[in-house]
């Protein structure tokens, strides 16, 4: 059994609220640690320390703040293993998962080393007789990131790169349920010579959210997680002022056409779907086949390959396909919307729900299912599972696929398996969603592209890391200057043209 408090002036501290949350073993349900839950006090006075730091963290010059981000690179490559080991036993992904949501998270802090060029602002020279006007990026100040359970390396990372490379202090408050790699990193960031104050984790539940939405101090608020929290959230921190952006769930589509290769399609679909038990944003969450052929073909293609997944702990070896889900109750919401979609008439054609692993009685794994005739208005299909359920919806025609995809609520992600340019494009072009894969599964886009879906899928301006996040994270200060030499004509009382 172990604690985790908060790193408050770089180093881990007890929590004082006397309130704690039970951190699971995902692969046996036992309790294996507590994690300390913040009061609007502590969040408080972590807020009002993160303040006092950021103005000499704002001032110093980006290429220093640049080195910080560089060394922090070497840091988590050295301690990867170590770090993959311990987001393994709180999330329950495997092994080569782990260290995917840490390299993705690492990549984005490469990027970070460029913070002198993202932060260069604008110049025109003469924009009047000697007249100069110029732009600059300043940071916010005070900045938070709220982050969910199922990235606990990367989406943090997303976060604390670009606000601090630009600049700024930031109170991260990660999920409670596997809030040790955040802490880990935390004290990495700290190795890397970021000062002490500039970095907050703060660990908590729904009362220390609301009290980062309430602070006064803080400017913007980074959130990824469920939608009706990001909805929450974004009305919330809007309301009180804040720059606000957040990022909600997702039902990502696949739609594969009668010309596409049906066993990459089949191959994709199974690692898409299923991969870290399909607790992904951009999992695929629904099979779209256009045409009864396509779709005959493709079950037919995807019950084999479902039914030799390997479901089990990270610790027994390499070729485990994925491990448990992270709580019970996320267990039990999977299996019970599994129940509705066997209710409201769907045909369950891989049939998880006896699944057992000897010696694991009581952790959270769930085997894997696949579902056959599912129509738009069953619970399956319209709520986000987040778990290895995948949903096969046949299309009539193209349009029907893509009427789909559009008609969805989410538009995190979603993907199109053709061997036809000009469908691929058009598909591009029309569906209202945020990221397009194009016989890619999973279109995660890299660290100097930006991140972001659409609909009820993304809330507020601006995407994650790429150019978005530093612009995010600063805001925007115009001056226009002009020297004694270019004052030709005394004072000047009108609002006139520099011509
Ligand atoms: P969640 O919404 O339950 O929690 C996210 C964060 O919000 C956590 O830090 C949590 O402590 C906090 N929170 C939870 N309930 C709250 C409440 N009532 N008031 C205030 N704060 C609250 O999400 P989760 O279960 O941790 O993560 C899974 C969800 O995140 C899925 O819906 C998934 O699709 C989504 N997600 C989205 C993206 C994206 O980029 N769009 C990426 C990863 C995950």
New binding site residues.
């Given amino acids: 059994m172990y604690e985790v408090g908060h790193w408050i002036n770089g180093k881990q501290v007890a929590g004082t609220s006397g309130r704690t949350a039970d951190i699971f073993n995902p692969h046996t349900g036992d309790v294996q640690g507590r994690v300390a839950l913040a009061s609007t006090a502590e969040l408080d006075a972590a807020v009002a320390a993160a303040a006092k730091a950021q103005v000499a963290w704002g001032a110093t010059n980006p290429q220093k703040r640049g080195r910080v981000m560089m060394a922090l690179v070497g840091l988590i490559n050295r301690d990867m293993d170590k770090m993959a080991e311990v987001l393994s036993r709180e999330h329950g992904k495997t092994i080569p998962d782990a260290k995917g949501d840490i390299q993705r998270g690492l990549e984005v802090i490469e990027y970070c080393i460029g913070a002198p060029q993202m932060l260069k602002g604008e110049f025109t020279d003469s924009a009047g007789p000697g007249i100069d006007m110029y732009s600059m990026r300043q940071p916010l100040g005070v900045v938070a990131g ?6 606990p390396a990367m ?1 943090p990372l997303w976060k604390m790169g670009p606000a601090l490379a630009a600049g700024n202090a930031m109170i991260l ?5 596997d809030p040790s790699v955040p802490m880990m990193l935390a004290a990495l960031c700290k190795e890397a010579g970021l000062p002490d104050g500039v970095l907050q984790v703060v660990n ?3 009362e220390s ?2 009290a980062i939405l309430d602070n006064e101090t803080i400017q913007a608020v980074g ?8 909805q ?2 974004y009305s919330r921190a809007s309301a009180n002022g804040k720059r606000a952006q957040c ?4 039902k990502n589509h696949m739609i594969i056409m009668p010309d596409a290769d049906l066993d990459q399609a089949a191959d994709a679909l199974v690692g898409a779907g299923y991969g870290a038990a399909g ?4 999992a695929i969450s629904v099979a779209v086949p256009v045409g009864e052929a396509t779709a005959d073909a493709l079950i037919e293609r995807l019950i084999p390959r479902i039914e030799k997944l390997k479901v089990g702990p990270y610790t027994a070896g390499s070729d485990v396909d994925y491990g448990p889900v ?1 709580t019970a109750a ?1 267990k039990a919401n999977i299996l019970n919307l599994v129940e509705s979609g066997v209710a409201q008439g769907a045909k369950l054609v891989v049939d998880g729900r006896n699944f057992a692993l000897q010696g694991y009685e009581n952790g959270f794994f769930v085997g894997p299912h696949l579902f056959d005739h599912v129509t738009p208005d069953m619970d399956i299909y319209r709520k ?1 599972i ?1 778990g290895p359920v995948l949903s096969t919806v046949r299309a009539k025609s193209y349009e029907d696929a893509l009427k789909l995809a559009m008609d969805h609520e989410y538009g ?1 992600g979603t993907a199109i398996f053709t061997r036809d340019g000009d469908t691929a494009r058009d598909f591009a072009n029309r569906v209202n969603v945020g990221m397009i894969g194009i016989n890619v599964p999973i279109p995660v886009p890299l660290a100097y592209h930006t ?3 659409w609909k009820k ?2 809330f507020g301006d601006l995407n ?1 890391h790429g150019p978005d996040a530093f612009r995010f994270y600063t805001r925007t200060k115009t001056i226009t200057s002009r020297w004694p030499s270019g004052i030709k004509e005394g004072s000047a009382f009108n609002f006139k043209a520099m011509d």
């Fill in positions: 709220i982050t969910p359970f199922n990235f989406i408050k990660p999920s409670e349920r908590g539940d729904k959210v609301d959130f990824v997680g469920s939608t009706p929290i990001a929450y959230i990022f909600g769930g997702a607790e992904r944003c951009m992270v996320a986000e987040f995190n991140f972001g879906g899928s993304g994650q």
